[in-house]
């Protein structure tokens, strides 16, 4: 790999070169936060993002080498602009937009529906589940609704927020089986290309998936990468860039496609890949410590630890709160469950003292905790004309029987209790107070 044809090589020696900056952005490289140096604009010999030909291009491609992918492209705006851009191509394509969507999707996936005028038919949750993270979606779930419904895309999430993980090989079958394209919110599993086995959704037989880059591997917010599989159409390919533009800034960011171009050299040296491994190994055995202490860690995500809290006697908040006290902030905590993600970066010292404050932290007996699960709402208007209609605020309690405007979602993990245009209904109104949301927004 010759290292000096990259772009972080390109950023290094533009910035060693003191030339005077004549273009944006204003703080023309001079330290304020500290990162301006690599931060630019196109320039010459820097590339485009939609229309990279050259340096980004070319890190884009030694990416997808790496994933086995037919094609990867980066994004400087999450997984959220991927979600939008993945819609956006089935809509271009198919010239409309039906999903068959695993209930637990990203606001993300909404959004998209209401920008692109898609409508979405629901896979609730085959058994109880006590978080709107958790779908638990099977092979025989999506096989049935396609074999009476025509749909032009399936949607699943998976890992979700919790950790657990779908059977996307089983269902990249059935989609196959019906020629329905399956696209995977990957947002929380970019690591799982690099794992032993490859769990990726797209080795697993997805035809388009996103990953955010930012939250499993050492990249700063805000970067992710959209993958197409080698049997994708060439029709998903030739035109995904302008339709990820149309959602996205002018402005992409340097500093961040210069994180995904360090991210793909550590990759390709195998360095990263070796440290991804071992975190696996030893997030497993920090579970099976923390378990011997009296905790119960659920979900089968080889790098996150997810405690259910409830089972031994405290709130996943509170158990959120226990661990701060030991110097640990948690990604993510609910009446029932705390969130931990380790990547290739923690360290020892640092499972060490998850491990020394699960021995020290009192598990009691389970705890019983009224999460209801989400069942499905009658839709009164489309997700496009509900989101963007004329609305009011209305306490929790009197909204029953109103059609929700604005997607409600807690502030994380960002998936939605009620979707633009449902009928709330009593079992929403339940999830609400069990989420602690107040005050939501109705049609007029
Ligand atoms: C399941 C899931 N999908 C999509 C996203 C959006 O990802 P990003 O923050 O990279 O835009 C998130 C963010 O938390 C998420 O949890």
Redesign the pocket.
Known sequence: MNDNNTLSAFLEAYTESGTARLHMPAHKGKPVTGCESLDITEIKGADYLYEAAGLIGESERRMSALYGTGRTIYST?????C?KTMLGIIKSVCGKLRVLAGRN??K?FIDGCALLDGEAVWVYPGMKSRSVCSSFITAQDIEKKLSVGEFDCVYI?SP??LGFMADIEGISKVCRKHGVPLLV?N??GAYLRFTEPDMHPITLGADMC?D?A??TLPCLT?T?MLHFSKSCPESFLSDAKRIMSVFGSTSPSYLLMNSLDKCSLMLSDGALIRRIRHTAERTALCKSRVSSYGFFPVGDEPMKITIDAALSGLTGNDLADKLREYGIEPEYSDPVYTVLMPSAMTTEDEFRLIEKAFSQIKAGGALTVDMPSPEPCERAVSIREAMFAPSEAVRVEDAEGRVCARTITGC????PIAVSGELINENTVRLFNAYGINDIYVTK
Not at 77 to 81: K, L, R, T, V
Not at 412 to 415: S, T
């Open positions: 705006e999450g997984s959220s602009i979600i999707c990203h993300a999430t979700d927020y919110d947002a929380h996103c955010s930012h939250k805000g992710a994380q993990p960002a998936v």
